[in-house]
């Protein structure tokens, strides 16, 4: 097990970064490596054989051998083309062991959904690669859907299409849910549309300082009031540090006073500053989602019960928001061991450090887990 520690700034710090440490070195936050191309090749290679284009994607040519309508590379702009198909790799590489670990419940019938899935950049990508799933793009811009359309068309696939339509109106049935960087509230629409459907989840969020103001009730999700987007913390643990953080700050743990430091949590996460106490606060908000989809069964159907894990894009550099969350339900039978070496986070003031204010004390480094 790995261990790495980031420690504070030589300075007074702000109240969201005194947020931050406060509850990143009580936390349990464990960061799983993707599974490696040999890990994958080996289970395509079972799965669907060595001439299958998934199998050569993972362990041969890889994009070389890949058309360019479904290549990133031919599409974007040049300073985004390698970053974005680094961003597809990485997604991929998350999902691909639910792909050849899943069991189906609706015959042979297999349907994977890419929520906020656009021109088509992941879908189309695995449409290609694993032809025997049907990949549905859903998105609102329908300029968007009809360009992923017309690439579909040119390369032949039959098993890629599109709806228009919110993440919260779709309601067809569907095994794997994915999100790549899906704006404001719409990664945890995708993560409530997956569990009712009972739906393996790869999502990486991008803007979660942005889910809602912190003077308006943030909107509710249908169903449990428990579910609404995202006001607060997701999972019993991140609730509770915060209600001892604003016990210990402000003498009490009112409900509004603990959501403005989750808030600011969030805010901070979602700043564009190169601060590794910054990146360490988008954990921090990751692993609280993750938390809150292993602990609240009240959206998924009886009996789905999740396990799951966070782990990062490599490189890291393809993304400020390079965190990728991957929860699944039992009949995916994932061997989480395909994730390999597992880093755990140790954050705190060193001695050498200045004390922060209002009453929190000087602590070091610890290691959580």
């Not at 300075?11 to 509850?23: A, Q």
């Not at 809602?212 to 169903?223: H, M, Q, S, Y």
């Not at 995916?332 to 929190?360: C, H, M």
Request: charged share 25%; hydrophobic share 35%; aromatic share 10%.
């Amino acid at each position: 097990m790995l261990v790495r520690k980031v420690c504070m700034p030589i300075r007074r710090l702000k109240t969201p970064e005194l947020v931050t440490e406060y509850v990143a070195s009580r936390m349990k936050i464990a960061l799983h490596k993707l599974p490696t191309t040999d890990y994958l090749g080996d289970q395509l290679l079972t799965k669907y054989g060595s001439q299958s284009r998934a199998y050569q994607f993972f362990a041969g040519s890889g994009w070389d051998g890949i058309p360019p309508q479904v290549d990133p590379y031919y599409h974007l702009p040049e300073k985004r083309k390698l970053r974005k198909r680094d961003q597809l790799m990485s997604m991929l590489r998350a999902a691909t062991p639910l792909v050849t670990l899943f069991f189906a419940l609706h015959g042979d019938q297999k349907r994977w959904v890419d929520f906020c899935g656009g021109a088509g950049h992941l879908g189309l990508l695995a449409a290609y690669l694993f032809p025997d799933w049907e990949i549905v793009c859903v998105d609102r811009k329908d300029f968007s859907l009809q360009m992923g359309r017309s690439r579909a068309e040119e390369l032949g696939l039959s098993n890629y299409r599109t709806v228009r339509c919110d993440v919260l109106n779709y309601h067809e049935r569907f095994d794997i849910g994915t999100a790549l960087h899906a704006c404001g509230s719409a990664t945890d629409f995708s993560i409530f549309v997956s569990k009712q459907q009972c739906a393996a989840i790869v999502a990486a969020s991008c803007c979660v300082g942005k889910v809602f103001d912190a003077n308006r009730k943030a909107p509710a999700l249908p169903g449990n009031s428990t579910t609404a987007s995202w006001g607060t913390a997701r999972s019993s643990k991140l609730q509770g540090l915060l209600e001892q953080y604003a016990r210990m700050q402000d003498g009490t743990y009112k409900e509004q006073i603990i959501q403005d430091y989750f808030v600011k949590l969030r805010s901070f996460a979602d700043s564009n500053t190169e601060s590794e106490l910054a990146a360490v606060a988008k954990l921090v908000v990751e692993t609280d989602r993750l938390q809150g989809i292993l602990e609240n069964s009240s959206d998924t159907p009886t009996g789905c019960e999740y396990s799951g894990l966070v782990c990062k894009m490599e490189p890291e550099s393809a993304t400020p928001k390079n965190d990728i969350l991957v929860a699944w339900p039992a009949r995916f039978n994932v061997d989480v061991s395909a994730w390999g070496d597992v880093e755990v986070f140790a954050v705190g003031n060193s001695s050498e450090l200045a004390k922060p204010s209002k009453g929190l004390q000087e602590s070091e480094c610890i290691e959580t887990g």
